[in-house]
């Protein structure tokens, strides 16, 4: 014991001694340089040579970075605890994600998403709603059929579901989720100096991404509810990232569905920028087109004005999309527009004066934008 002791005592004593020694450092530049300005050469094991992974991830704990890192939370550097405080907001309770149908090999029948749905999965989430119902009447419950069960509909090949979890009354609290990855491109890789063949376009893009959209909109249309592409990329950067990322993002304009980027992106700043794009979130009345087309810049939207709504339609424009608010804005008779006072990047639209005097109902208001010349 007393050996071991010993021990312990010099490494940690070897260890303290080696933090010490590179504590004068700060960041410049993306570099860690030392008081006079020297860029730090370290040794192993701090950092590490290897990123820690698999079995060894807890070595992550002990680079200076890592510890750097706490200090500066601690120490509440920037304001990082209230930026961590004001974080966190619950928007849902997602389920289960990417559910499993059960014991296949038991029963071969579970591998029809149908069969999973009505066997497995919309029981287990009457179960879990009633649970968080008890407790929470409110929030958001996000409930999702086997990844393959949104490609078709029917008794076998659909989802099965018949009602949202908790039944018909929870329908404005319920939300479909559902993911889109093109399955010949998870079967077949291209090359990442590629482009997409032209039949594996066609495939994904005009047969299997509509037949998915198509299929969650006629789920919709019985469960009634909402619905959420919860995942969708995933691809690394290349000419067939970019392009599936433009189609999907397009696709879900066209059927006005929400999304959530799978990926690594943070640090990326050309997919960043092609994942802010100019959209409506919040939109007074009965929504009927909107698009962006990114080549171009341009964004177009057109929906019926409902009167009776108070609050404007709110769109948001990406400043990276226009930095500096390079864009014009054009509107029909209908509409009139302003910039939101209190965030520049938001556009309030309302019904023109014209519309609200008349009090005529189901007026299409149309609004468009596109960058300065």
Not at 36 to 42: D, E, K, M, N
Request: include cysteine; aromatic fraction near 14%.
């Amino acid at each position: 014991m007393q050996q071991l002791g010993v021990c312990l005592l010099t490494y940690f004593s070897l260890f303290i001694a080696n933090c010490i020694r590179s504590a004068n450092v700060h960041v410049k530049n993306t570099f860690i340089v030392d008081e006079s300005g020297r860029v730090r050469i370290y040794h192993d094991p701090w950092p590490l040579q290897i990123a820690p992974n698999g079995s060894n991830w807890f070595l992550g704990y002990i680079t200076e970075a890592c510890s750097h890192g706490f200090q500066y939370l601690y120490n509440n550097v920037g304001g990082a605890i209230e930026t961590m405080s004001n974080f966190w907001r619950l928007v849902a309770y997602e389920i289960i994600n990417e559910p499993w149908a059960e014991n296949y090999l038991k029963n071969p029948f579970l591998l029809l998403p149908g069969i999973a749905g009505t066997t497995n999965l919309q029981p287990f989430y009457e179960k879990i709603a009633k649970a968080i119902r008890s407790v929470d009447d409110d929030t958001l419950i996000f409930y999702e059929p086997v990844t393959w069960g949104v490609r078709l509909n029917g008794k076998y090949f659909g989802t099965k579901f018949t009602h949202v979890p908790g039944g018909d009354n929870y329908r404005n609290r319920s939300v479909l989720s559902y993911h889109y990855y093109c399955i010949i491109l998870s079967l077949e890789s291209v090359p990442g100096n590629s482009t997409i063949l032209l039949f594996d376009r066609v495939l994904c893009d005009h047969i299997e991404e509509s037949l998915l959209f198509r299929s969650v909109q006629n789920d919709l249309a019985q469960l009634d509810g909402s619905a959420f592409l919860t995942e969708f990329g995933g691809c690394d950067d290349s000419p067939t990232y970019d392009e599936q990322l433009d189609w999907g993002l397009g696709a879900a304009d066209v059927f006005l569905q929400s999304w959530a980027f799978w990926g690594n992106s943070y640090n990326d700043q050309e997919t960043i920028k092609r994942l802010s794009r100019v959209y409506a979130r919040a939109i007074a009345g009965k929504p009927s087109t909107m698009e962006f087309i990114p080549a171009d810049r341009y964004f177009y939207l057109s929906y019926f004005i409902d009167t009776n709504i108070k609050q404007p339609t709110e769109i948001f424009v990406s400043p990276l999309q226009y930095p500096k608010s390079s864009y014009n804005i054009t509107v029909n008779n209908a509409l009139k527009w302003r910039v939101n006072p209190t965030n520049r990047n938001i556009i309030l639209v309302e019904p023109s004066d014209q519309i609200i005097n008349s009090k005529v109902q189901d007026v299409l208001g149309v609004f468009f934008i596109h960058p300065k010349v």
